[in-house]
């Protein structure tokens, strides 16, 4: 409904800003990654997202149109909300929370305040085929760590097994196996907890 303001920059907090646009001012709620690329000039434009629920209509501002899709492909999945969405752009710069959604780096994406095991996998598992086309991405290959032994480490501790000892199972089946799958890595380690 509202593509974009364009107007003065009335107040400015690391959360929201106000933008006078011809005498109404708009609340608007940005991540720090949008804090961090305000101009310094009075005059500015966002491009924004109105979300609007039974309770109340929040604007979000974003000054990229890439933060402000990103923001609408997170927000499309299940048990993630604008908060969250917002928490993850503030927590990670956007390049960040694409590479890992398109590598299936559960870890980086676990790190974020209030994401757990398994919205992250939600996350990636809703959202890695569009990441990788909207954002012409060939399928990403991580190296310095393996995803596939962080996503059988996540699974197993899903599946109610200690960490620690599951650590230990899934390192030596890695070390033996380096180009191992997620499934061959989880059947091995539970053959050997």
Partial sequence: M?????????????????????????QVNISLHTFSLLPDSENIKLYTFLQIKEDAHTLFGFMEKAERELFKFLISVSGVGA?????????LEPKQIIQAIASGDVVTIQSIKGIGVKTAQRVILDLKDKVLKV???????????????????????????????AEKVV????????????????????KNL
């Fill in 171 to 190: 390192e030596k089946i890695v070390r033996e196996n380096p180009g191992v799958t997620v499934e061959t890595i989880i059947k091995q380690a539970l």
């Fill in 2 to 26: 509202i593509a974009h303001l364009q107007g003065r920059l009335v107040e400015k907090t690391p959360t929201e800003v106000v933008i006078d646009c011809n005498g109404v001012g708009y």
């Fill in 135 to 165: 954002y012409d991405l060939e399928e990403v290959s991580v190296s310095g760590y393996n995803t596939n032994k962080d996503e059988a480490l996540s699974a197993l501790e899903v599946l109610g097994f200690n960490k620690k000892a």
């Fill in 83 to 91: 908060g969250t969405a917002r928490t993850m752009l503030s927590s």
